[in-house]
């Protein structure tokens, strides 16, 4: 059995070659149950967790077990820990023992991407992007891999730490503009394409601001009481989500405006593999406001272990 980790899978990984792997994996026959999310403790202001996330395909089967402590930076530790466990779908034998973390941080900036590939304007040119943590720069490169984006706009509370992404991202990328911006009417009508990793648990602008044909693109709240977008930006947009399952049963982006009676489940346009089987551009206009909503998926991570798995065999 193979214990592959970070430095392996940051050597063999890209992001073309993930986004076609991913399209192929989410287009295809594929088993993943409701995942488990298990609270470690009942108070209110506690969200330790440890989840669960089994899938399987048609070469193997995973699940990815992690925890999720997100007070740990006070103690120095990481806030999530994760492991992907591989085995053959065909005997059933353990082949490899991945970081799910590392994993994590590259599938669910790919997985934005591809969504961003069928619904965003092909035209594309200003990314808005709110955070400035470990998921940034994988989410704002995947989603450079995908629309000519000339100019990102950073937001973010941490000025050290949102700095110092603007100068890795500007050293990489030497034709694109990265600005420190604010969140603000001007800002948010100029960008289409928003897309947002953060741990707000309130709304980051104001739905009314959005210009027609804006893209959003929603990742960082697995809360049913938290929120990084308002009601009207849901009532205003074409919603697609990555798992209905695990939004509608997560996300507060949906579930408050659910509870409020201004959207509903049916409202929901499609899943992502709904997308990714079609494999075309699937806007119905350019005016039209889309928005994707991810909470993350097993498949996914069975995905782009098995994509780095496969990779290192030669």
Request: net charge negative.
């Amino acid at each position: 059995m193979h214990i592959i980790d970070k430095t392996h899978i940051e050597n063999v990984l890209n992001f073309e070659t993930l986004l076609t792997a991913m399209q192929t994996g989410f287009a295809h026959d594929f088993g993943m149950p409701k995942r488990n999310v298990y609270p470690l403790d009942a108070s209110n202001d506690n969200h330790d967790a440890f989840a669960v996330l089994p899938a399987w395909n048609d070469q193997v089967i995973g699940v990815k077990a992690f925890t999720y402590f997100p007070t740990n930076a006070q103690s120095g530790y990481e806030s999530l820990y994760s492991k992907i466990m591989l085995f053959s779908r065909q005997h059933g034998e353990p082949l490899a023992l991945v970081d799910g973390t590392r994993i994590t941080l590259w599938r669910t900036a790919v997985v934005s991407a591809l969504a961003s590939r069928y619904l965003s304007r092909e035209d594309s040119r200003h990314l808005v992007f709110y955070g400035s943590g470990n998921l940034a720069e994988y989410m704002i490169r995947a989603h450079l891999t995908v629309r000519n984006i000339k100019r990102v706009t950073l937001i973010a509370r941490n000025v050290e730490k949102v700095t110092a992404l603007q100068a890795r991202l500007q050293n990489i990328f030497a034709d694109v503009e990265f600005v420190i911006g604010q969140s603000n009417e001007a800002i948010i009508y100029s960008a289409d394409i928003i897309s947002c990793a953060t741990g707000a648990s309130e709304p980051l602008f104001d739905g009314n601001w959005l210009r027609g044909g804006t893209h959003v693109d929603l990742i960082g709240n697995h809360h049913s009481d938290a929120r990084e977008c308002d009601s009207i930006t849901i009532s205003r947009s074409r919603v697609y989500v990555d798992s209905r399952a695990n939004v509608l049963a997560e996300a507060g982006e949906l579930l408050i405006p659910i509870k409020e009676g201004v959207f509903s489940e049916q409202d929901v346009c499609a899943e992502l593999a709904q997308l990714a089987q079609e494999n075309n551009y699937a806007r119905f206009n350019e005016t039209d406001i889309t928005l994707f909503k991810s909470v993350g998926t097993a498949l996914s991570d069975l995905i782009a272990a098995n994509h780095v798995y496969q990779s290192l065999q030669g």
